[in-house]
């Protein structure tokens, strides 16, 4: 007797289909992209549209004052005659600096009467810095030809200053 399977499993056709369409579909991509166009992938219009527009009516308040150069609006004081400005100061060490002269006169007269004996009357300047906003005196001690001759004698002699601010006063 011969011994048959009466049940018998169809092979199935999708699974070659499938496969078939896939590669067909990616043969066809790589075809288009490598052999048809040789151009450029994506080319994008220039756009010659405005990107925003700015209403003219912003809404809102209206700022009075735009045309003023700063916000100090008080008359500017007249410079003390005490500010000293020799000629020939180049570089100096900025100890203070104040809006007001008297602050800066105090602050002086206090470094003067204090302990140490390194600092004399003579070695010291007030300077003005007229601006827009106001006027603001300076403090400024000895007078050096360079700022690199500042700098060193403040890292030398000047040790209780945190951190020394060479001032060019050429530009005063």
Do not use: W
């Amino acid at each position: 007797m011969i011994t048959r399977k009466i049940f018998q499993k169809r092979k199935s056709k999708k699974k070659y289909i499938i496969i078939t369409l896939v590669l067909l579909f990616f043969i066809m991509t790589i075809y288009y992209f490598f052999v048809e166009n040789r151009e450029e992938f994506v080319i994008i219009p220039e756009n010659k549209k405005p990107f925003y527009m700015i209403p003219e009516n912003r809404g809102g308040k209206k700022v009075a004052n735009l045309d003023k150069k700063s916000l100090n609006l008080e008359s500017l004081e007249s410079i003390n005659e005490n500010v000293n400005f020799p000629d020939d100061l180049l570089y100096s060490i900025q100890f203070f600096s104040d809006t007001k002269y008297e602050n800066v006169s105090n602050y002086l007269k206090k470094i003067i009467n204090s302990k140490e004996t390194i600092y004399q009357t003579e070695d010291f300047y007030i300077l003005a810095l007229t601006t827009e906003i106001g006027i603001d005196y300076f403090l400024i001690y000895k007078n050096f030809y360079t700022r690199q001759e500042a700098q060193d004698y403040c890292s030398k002699y000047l040790s209780k200053i945190e951190s020394c601010l060479i001032v060019d006063t050429t530009k005063f």
